[in-house]
Structure formats: C-alpha cells, structure tokens
T-cell receptor, first 118, second 118 residues
Framework: GAVVSQHPSRVICKSGTSVKIECRSL??????MFWYRQFPKQSLMLMAT?????????EQGVEKDKFLINHASLTLSTLTVTSAHPEDSSFYIC??????????????FGEGSRLTVL | AQSVTQLGSHVSVSEGALVLLRCNYS??????LFWYVQYPNQGLQLLLK??????LVKGINGFEAEFKKSETSFHLTKPSAHMSDAAEYFC????????????????FGQGTILTVHP
C-alpha cells in the first residue's frame, strides 16, 4: 500500500520558536495533501488543504500566518508552526491523496507528529 | 454539508465476541465511506472503504462493513474480537462532486475507542 512518512514523530520546543513538520509520500505522487490536528481523545480537525505548486487552502478559524504550509513538490508538504505557544501543543497528522486514486478520495496518513511547546 | 456520527465513544467487548461499531452519515448524495483505525500515537490506517458496487465490503484484519443507503449507515463489524483490535476507530465520508469524483476531503466521525477484555 501507499506509504506516507511524517517527520519528526515527536518534537519538544520552547515557546516562541518555530517548528517544521515534513510529510512525504514515499511511493506515489500526491497532488493534494491535507493537514489535520488532533486533540486528546478527539477526532481529527482539518486545518488546511495543500496543493502542489499553489497556495494552501485553510479551514475557517485556522491562522494561515501561524501555520505555514508549503507543497513544493508532488511528494513533499511541510507544516511550519511559527512562534509556537503551549496551546499549539497537539498531535498533527498529514494525509496524502494518490493522484491515481483521485476518484475514490482515499487518503493515506502519516504516522503523526506530537508537538509539545514548553 | 455532510456529517458523520459514530454512536458510542467507547465500546468494550470480550475477546472472541462480536465487534459492532456504528456509523451514520448525513449527505445530500451517497458519499464514499471509509473506516480507519488509529493506534496510540500513530497515524490512521485504512481498514476498508465503500465506493460503488457491492454494499458489503471486506477489509483488513477480518473487519467488514455494510453500506445501507436506506439507513444512511456504514457499521463496522468483526465476528470475533482479538486483543490486538483494541484501538480507536474512525468512520469518514468523502463528498462527491457533480461528476461523481471525490473532492478528497474527508469528514471524520468522533471516533470510537474499542477495548477488548481477555
């Protein structure tokens, strides 16, 4: 099956610093990637849709200047949490859509990245 | 707009017993439907999906689900629970455009935590 790799799996940073999370599709091309945030014991909340070569589309209530998304190639999208604060601590999960399976909308998920801001 | 409701945030069964996780959806047109499983501190893994054709779909690890349009349901079942099935399960729907292809965005239910007792 298709593999999506997310890195780092865990990161601890100081308040005010920026953190970058990478999401790579290892064996397929992903024209679209999605970034989700998951709070403890809750479902996934879609943050933004990342399209290769264009600006990301953010969901309502998500600050685009705080959560910078770049999708520079068909296999890589990055999420940068800028000026992180403790309330940004969360589990961030990326998913990728295989362009060959675009009809069904099936997504493949990364392993997730747990961010802890001190 | 579409939505997904998973009845029961926690389900507990004995090893060897039937597993039934309920999912109902709301959509203006029949969507594509998915079940994902999430183990602690990990991303989501696709269990099974319904797009078109046979309404009873079989997935990995012995799980299956039946799409019932009249009931707008997509319940997940497994005849005999195993300890390794303990995890959180998410039902998701993918909206379709007028051409019958998926937008790619998934809407997730709230999740159901499955506990399996010896």
């Amino acid at each position: 099956g298709a593999v999506v790799s997310q890195h780092p799996s865990r990161v601890i940073c100081k308040s005010g610093t920026s953190v970058k999370i990478e999401c790579r599709s290892l064996d397929f091309q992903a024209t679209t990637m999605f970034w989700y945030r998951q709070f403890p014991k809750q479902s996934l909340m879609l943050m933004a849709t990342s399209n290769e070569g264009s600006k990301a589309t953010y969901e309502q209530g998500v600050e685009k200047d705080k959560f910078l998304i770049n999708h520079a190639s068909l296999t890589l999208s990055t999420l940068t949490v800028t000026s992180a604060h403790p309330e940004d601590s969360s589990f961030y999960i990326c998913s990728a859509r295989d362009r060959r399976l675009s009809v069904t909308g099936e997504l493949f998920f990364g392993e997730g990245s747990r961010l802890t801001v001190l | 707009a579409q939505s997904v409701t998973q009845l029961g945030s926690h389900v507990s069964v004995s090893e060897g017993a039937l597993v039934l996780l309920r999912c109902n959806y709301s959509s203006s047109v029949p969507p594509y439907l998915f079940w994902y499983v999430q183990y602690p501190n990990q991303g989501l893994q696709l269990l099974l999906k319904y797009t078109t054709g046979a309404t009873l779909v079989k997935g990995i690890n012995g799980f299956e689900a039946e799409f019932k349009k009249s009931e707008t349901s997509f319940h997940l079942t497994k005849p005999s629970a195993h300890m390794s099935d303990a995890a959180e399960y998410f039902c998701a729907v993918s909206a379709l455009n007028a051409g019958g292809t998926s937008y790619g965005k998934l809407t997730f239910g709230q999740g159901t935590i499955l506990t399996v007792h010896p």
